[in-house]
Nanobody
Framework: QVQLVESGGGLVQAGGSLRLSCAAS????????AGWYRQAPGEQRELVAS???????TYTDPVKGRFTISRDNAKNTVHLQMNSLKPEDTAAYYC???????????WGKGTLVTVSS
């Protein structure tokens, strides 16, 4: 019933930009924190950025100053603007929404980002 659909991934050269989007179904989106995770082959999944219901954001150190997470509760969407991309940013990026009550995490199927050198 609940679906998170990511889009915006692709192949770009180092230094380029991409904007990832996540469209969420469900009436609980506006009261849920959201985030973007990424996972490279052979690596563990890591949190890239998160955003609270009030708009407070958190970023992992490697992307600070380059990535920006945002949300639009009216449209049930969360975005990740990625600038100055580096080859090490190459990974599958997953949208995550954290329903507070009852507590449950929802995940998208992922969108692939490939940054060439």
């Amino acid at each position: 019933q609940v679906q998170l659909v990511e889009s915006g991934g692709g192949l770009v050269q180092a230094g380029g930009s991409l904007r990832l989007s996540c469209a969420a179904s469900g009436s609980f989106f506006s009261i849920s924190a959201a985030g973007w995770y990424r996972q490279a082959p052979g690596e563990q999944r890591e949190l890239v950025a998160s955003i609270t219901t009030s708009g407070t954001t958190t970023y992992t150190d490697p992307v600070k100053g380059r990535f920006t997470i945002s949300r639009d509760n009216a449209k049930n969407t969360v975005h990740l603007q990625m600038n100055s991309l580096k080859p090490e940013d190459t990974a599958a990026y997953y949208c995550n929404v954290q329903r507070p009550f009852p507590r449950r995490d929802y995940w998208g199927k992922g969108t692939l980002v490939t940054v060439s050198s």
